[in-house]
């Protein structure tokens, strides 16, 4: 069964970095595309940035400049570096990953169980 953990939210005051990262576990032939999705308080989720198995990476308006997504496909992690942290980046933070889990042979996407970003002015 594969599964997403992710670690490293918390709270940081505005102007800090925090760093997330997400491992996948499980047996798997292959992940695809990864993605870091959020979600605040009365509003819907959203997603912040992804970044395909090659390295090209996609950004949401609001945090280029700020955020950084990597992924190590040794380690089946993809990290989200968060600079310059605002107010407005506090929420529900989510890794989603693109997946063709051992023995399918279909893709099929799968979530991590979210980690809480906290910012404070």
């Known amino acids: 069964q594969v599964q997403l953990v992710e670690s490293g939210g918390g709270l940081a005051q505005a102007g800090g970095s925090l760093r997330l990262s997400c491992v996948v576990f499980g047996s798997m032939r292959s992940i695809n595309e990864m993605r870091w999705y959020r979600q605040a308080p009365g509003k819907q989720r959203e997603l912040v940035a992804s970044?395909?198995?090659?390295?090209?990476?996609n950004y949401e308006d609001s945090v280029k400049g700020r955020f950084t997504i990597s992924r190590d496909n040794a380690k089946n992690t993809v990290y989200l570096q968060m600079n310059s942290l605002k107010p407005e980046d506090t929420a529900v933070y989510y890794c989603n990953a693109d997946i063709v889990p051992f023995p399918a042979l279909t893709r099929h996407q799968y979530w991590g169980q979210g980690t809480q970003v906290t910012v404070s002015s």
């Open positions: 970044i395909t198995n090659s390295g090209s990476s």
